[in-house]
């Protein structure tokens, strides 16, 4: 079986610039997370999806970032402006039903220049 | 805040020694408790989940325990291989009044050497 899947592995741009993350998670996994890892503050919960629907955003640092789930096979997290702060490695994961193994993707890996 | 602690940052030990990796978490009020690893430049991989009302659970040659309400727990690796090299990662999924309550607080890990 595929597991999650995101794409792109490596995005580097400049900042200011609009950057679109993508995630494909399990096929029947009804649960959907972003993470954000830096250096300094590790693996963090950025938001996350029941059915589609967003449960909780309060991870999110600013109004730059939002994510969209538009149907059970798709989601997307888009920072528009993009800053240098925001270099990190962005993660999704997904899980079957609540409290399950959440299982991660490969990560996009992000700089802002 | 749930805020959870792993101890040692790093440890290189040589090949065939059993190794143990320590977490804490200050909210003792969990749904479960996972285990991943992580290597380089490579995503997370679940090792082991235990729930609340678990003590521990097996996989191979790891172990985990669980003592919610001390707040621990420790990963055992028996045999160490220089395969095992990796970033162990220890998360909890805190039971919050609030929003928050699904997804995982991360620990920053353990950067493991196995030395052959």
């Known amino acids: 079986d595929a597991g999650v899947i995101q794409s792109p592995r490596h995005e580097v741009t400049e900042m200011g610039q609009e950057v679109t993350l993508r995630c494909k998670p399990i096929?029947?996994?009804?649960?959907l997370f972003w993470y954000r890892q830096t250096m300094m503050r590790g693996l963090e919960l950025l938001i996350y999806?029941?059915?589609?629907?967003?449960?909780?955003d309060s991870g999110m640092p600013e109004d730059r970032f939002s994510a969209k789930m538009p149907n059970a096979s798709f989601s997307t997290l888009k920072i528009q402006p993009s800053e240098p702060r925001d270099s990190a490695v962005y993660f999704c994961?997904?899980?079957?039903?609540?409290?399950?193994?959440?299982?991660f993707g490969d990560g996009t890996r992000l700089s802002i220049l | 805040k749930q805020e959870v602690t792993q101890i040692p940052a790093a440890l290189s030990v040589p090949e065939g020694e059993n190794l143990v990796l320590n977490c804490s978490f200050t909210?003792?009020?969990?749904?479960?408790l996972q285990w991943f690893r992580q290597d380089p430049g490579k995503g997370l991989t679940s090792l082991l989940l235990?729930?609340?009302?678990?003590r521990e659970q097996t996989s191979g040659r790891l172990n985990a325990s669980l003592d919610k309400s001390s707040g621990r727990s420790t990963l055992y690796i028996a045999a160490s291989q220089p395969g095992d090299s990796a970033t162990y990662l220890c998360a909890v999924t805190t039971m919050y009044s609030g929003g928050g309550a699904d997804g995982l607080t991360f620990g920053k890990g353990t950067h493991l050497i196995i030395q052959p």
């Open positions: 096929s029947g996994h009804d649960y």
């Open positions: 999806f029941n059915n589609n629907v967003p449960i909780d």
């Open positions: 235990i729930q609340s009302s678990q």
């Open positions: 909210d003792s009020a969990i749904y479960n």
């Open positions: 994961a997904s899980s079957s039903r609540r409290y399950q193994p959440q299982h």
